[in-house]
C-alpha cells in the first residue's frame, strides 16, 4: 500500500435482515446491524475542504441504549425506514424516511429508536471540514437539525456511494469522498437557504462557484468574481467569510487544485497541459500551489494514484 494512502479500520457486526434496509413494510421484528468504517485521513487530507473520518449503516431497535458519544466531527444521519429520535441540548425531533439530520457531535445529544418504531434504519457520515461550524450556525442547523429532502432528492445513492469508497479504500478514496460530501452539504445548504434570508446571499456564492467551474482556465481576478455575484469585492469578501470560511482567492486556488488532481490520476496528458487547463498558465506557479496543498508535487501524485491504480487491478 502507498504511504500517502489512507489506512482503514473496519469494524464489521453483521446480522441482519435485508428487508430492513428497504422503505417496505415488514411485520418481522428487525434484526440488529451495526456496521462501523472508520478512514484515518492521509497527507492529501490536508488539500481537501472536508474530510470523512467514519460511516456506516445500523438498525436499531427501541430497547437499545441511544447514542450520545462526543466528538468533535459533524453527522449526517439520513433515515431509511423505521422512526428514530434525535436530542439536541433537550429538544426532541423525529427522524423519518428520507430525513437528514445534521448534528454537531461536540454538542449534548443523543439519538435512537422511537419507542414506538419497530426500527430505526440509517446511514450515517462522521466528517470534518473548513467552515463547517460558521455554515452550521448560519443555517440554523443548531435549533433546526432535520432537513425534509426526500420531497425533492434521493440522498441515499450519494450515502451508498461514500460507504463503498470508504469501504474499498482505494487511493482515490479520499478525494472521491470529498467531492461526495461536497455535494450533500450542498443540497443542504440549498434546501435550508430557499426558506429564510440565506436565500439571496447563497444563491449570489454558488453563482460564483458554477461560472468558474465552468472556465476555470480564465484568469480570475477578485474584480471578475465580485462582478458574477453582483457584489462589491468588500461584499464578496464578507460573505466568502460568513458562508465558506476562506476568502474568494483561496477557495479559487483550491478548486484548481482539486481539478488538477483528477487529471492527473485518469489522463496522461502532459502536467504543464493540465496545469493550463486548471487556470495556471505558469507550470512553476502551479507546482507550487499544487506542493503547498496537496503535499508532493504533481508529477509524485500522479505516480502514487497510478501506482495505486495497478495494485487495485
Known amino acids: 500500500m502507498d504511504a500517502s494512502r489512507s489506512d482503514m479500520d473496519k469494524t464489521l457486526i453483521l446480522r441482519y435482515d435485508p428487508r430492513i434496509m428497504t422503505d417496505e413494510p415488514t411485520s418481522a421484528k428487525p434484526d440488529v446491524l451495526d456496521e462501523v468504517f472508520f478512514q484515518t485521513p492521509g497527507r492529501l487530507s490536508r488539500a481537501l475542504p472536508y474530510s470523512l473520518l467514519a460511516a456506516g449503516r445500523r438498525v436499531c431497535a427501541p430497547s437499545e441504549t ?26 426532541s425531533s423525529y427522524l423519518q424516511a428520507g430525513t437528514v439530520a445534521w448534528l454537531d457531535s461536540s454538542m ?16 450515517w457520515l462522521g466528517f470534518v471540514g473548513h467552515g463547517l461550524d460558521t455554515l452550521f450556525d448560519n443555517l440554523g442547523v443548531g435549533a433546526n437539525p432535520v432537513f425534509e429532502t426526500a420531497q425533492q432528492h434521493d440522498l441515499r445513492p450519494l450515502f451508498e456511494s461514500i460507504l463503498r469508497e470508504v469501504e474499498t479504500g482505494s487511493f482515490l478514496a479520499e478525494s472521491r469522498c470529498f467531492a461526495l460530501l461536497a455535494q450533500l452539504v450542498s443540497i443542504l445548504v440549498s434546501e435550508r437557504a430557499d426558506g429564510d434570508d440565506l436565500s439571496s446571499a447563497v444563491q449570489r456564492l454558488q453563482r460564483v462557484v458554477e461560472t468558474v467551474r465552468a472556465n476555470l482556465p480564465h484568469p480570475w481576478s477578485v474584480a471578475d468574481l465580485a462582478a458574477a455575484a453582483n457584489l462589491s469585492q468588500a461584499q464578496l469578501f464578507r460573505r466568502f467569510r460568513q458562508r465558506m470560511g476562506t476568502t474568494p482567492l483561496d477557495w479559487l486556488r483550491h478548486e484548481r487544485v482539486s481539478a488538477a488532481k483528477r487529471l492527473l490520476v485518469v489522463t496522461d496528458e502532459k502536467i504543464g497541459t493540465i496545469a493550463t487547463k ?20 504533481p508529477s509524485e501524485f500522479r505516480q502514487q494514484g497510478h501506482s495505486a491504480r495497478r495494485h487495485a487491478s
Open 66 to 91: 441511544p447514542i450520545a458519544h462526543r466528538f468533535n466531527q459533524h453527522t449526517l444521519i439520513l433515515t431509511l425506514s423505521g422512526k428514530g429520535m434525535l436530542d439536541i441540548n433537550g429538544q
Open 108 to 123: 449534548l445529544y443523543s439519538h435512537g429508536c422511537e419507542p414506538r418504531s419497530s426500527h430505526w434504519s440509517y446511514l
Open 278 to 297: 486548471c487556470g495556471y498558465p505558469d507550470p512553476f506557479h502551479f507546482a507550487r500551489d499544487f506542493k503547498k496543498l496537496a503535499g508532493v508535487t
